[in-house]
T-cell receptor
């Protein structure tokens, strides 16, 4: 099992819909988690960080962490074509482990 | 402007020819890190540094060296590059210490091809 695992996608949603991105992690990954967005040909940029069980909301984005199930998710509400990108889940501290990323397409 | 810079942005070289990719940040961050990104594999950490003169291996350190003599700079050295080191390389820095690490700011990337 990979230490941080994501469905590679692509995930395709219509404009205005909710996009749900999921990530699972192994025991070796510590309990800090991050979602990065990466546009094609660009560098990753942080969308959300989450450290505690439960939900964390920031604008159209909600991150969810369930430590018992070793599961992290990112919900994007009112998806826009500009949200089309690869979303990277990352866990850890000084030693950071990234998932391979999920490609999201938002259709206008 | 707060940023992480990398040079060169593109590099084509031949097997065995030593090269250095520079990374510099102007945010006074203690933490810096190098990653490589390959299709289907995502970002994999090569080395990281928690402060000047403090470095440690990530998941894929073989064939790479780093040094951290100054807080702002964290060069990546390939002593004898091989074709399997052809990749897109990112440098990142972070100043957040809550729970060990905060947001990482990434440089623009260096695309390396080793022939």
């Amino acid at each position: 099992q990979k230490e941080v695992e994501q469905n590679s996608g692509p995930l395709s949603v219509p404009e205005g819909a909710i996009a749900s991105l999921n990530c699972t992690y192994s025991d070796r990954v510590s309990q800090s988690f991050f979602w990065y967005r990466q546009y094609s040909g660009k560098s990753p940029e942080l969308i959300m960080s989450i450290y505690s069980n439960g939900d964390k909301e920031d604008g159209r984005f909600t991150a969810q962490l369930n430590k018992a199930s070793q599961y992290v998710s990112l919900l994007i509400r009112d998806s826009q074509p500009s949200d089309s990108a690869t979303y990277l889940c990352a866990g850890g501290g000084f030693k950071t482990i990234f998932g391979a990323g999920t490609r999201l397409f938002v259709k206008a | 402007e707060a940023q992480v810079t990398q040079n060169p942005r593109y590099l084509i070289t031949v097997t065995g020819k030593k090269l250095t990719v520079t990374c510099s940040q102007n945010m006074n961050h203690e933490y810096m890190s190098w990653y490589r990104q390959d299709p289907g594999l995502g970002l994999r950490q090569i080395y990281y540094s928690m402060n000047v003169e403090v470095t440690d291996k990530g998941d894929v350190p073989e064939g790479y060296k780093v040094s951290r003599k100054e807080k702002r700079n964290f060069p990546l050295i390939l002593e004898s590059p091989s074709p399997n080191q052809t990749s897109l390389y990112f440098c990142a820095s972070s100043g957040g210490w809550d729970r060990g690490l905060g947001e990482q700011f990434f440089g623009p990337g260096t695309r390396l091809t080793v022939l």
